[in-house]
């Protein structure tokens, strides 16, 4: 399988409705083209920060009923990776070996383990690591 795996922060920004941030814009351009070619994906990781943070963080706050809408909405576009039995241990080698947070590693991995050939991230680690792209659609 190849794809695009869509990083949190991307996904919080396409679900702001600020406009005069221009990461919004963006954001919405890539998910929305992601949408229409059918080759992005979300990991649980992303949907599990993706709520947290619509939860505690956003003005206005966005309560369960409405946050369980948006999720909906994303399950029911973008295909959703989940951890496997070897996640883990493939994250804490991306820890060692290429110095990735914790956090990065598990998407890192999980985007490795599927097949997945570019993540969409606010803050790429660098340019690629072991057949996984990074792209920022902010720069």
């Known amino acids: 399988m190849s794809g695009v795996l869509i990083e949190t922060n991307v996904l919080i920004r396409a679900y702001q409705t600020d406009v005069q941030d221009p990461r919004t814009a963006k954001a919405k351009a890539a998910v929305e083209d992601l949408a229409r070619r059918g080759d992005g994906y979300v990991a649980l990781q992303n949907l599990d920060e993706f709520a947290a943070v619509l ?8 309560g369960a009923p409405r946050l369980r809408g948006a999720l909906s909405g994303i399950e029911g576009v973008f295909g959703v990776l989940r951890p496997g039995a070897r996640t883990l241990s493939n994250a804490l080698y991306g820890v060692e070996k290429h110095r990735l947070s914790f956090w990065d590693s598990m998407i890192w991995a ?4 599927n097949g997945i050939d570019e993540v969409l991230t606010s803050e790429p680690p660098r340019e690629e690591i072991e057949g996984v792209r990074y792209r920022n659609p902010f720069a």
Do not use: C, G, I, T
Not at 55 to 62: N, Q
Not at 110 to 113: I, P, T, Y
């Open 55 to 62: 939860l505690k963080r956003s003005l206005p706050a966005v």
């Open 110 to 113: 999980v985007a490795r383990e």
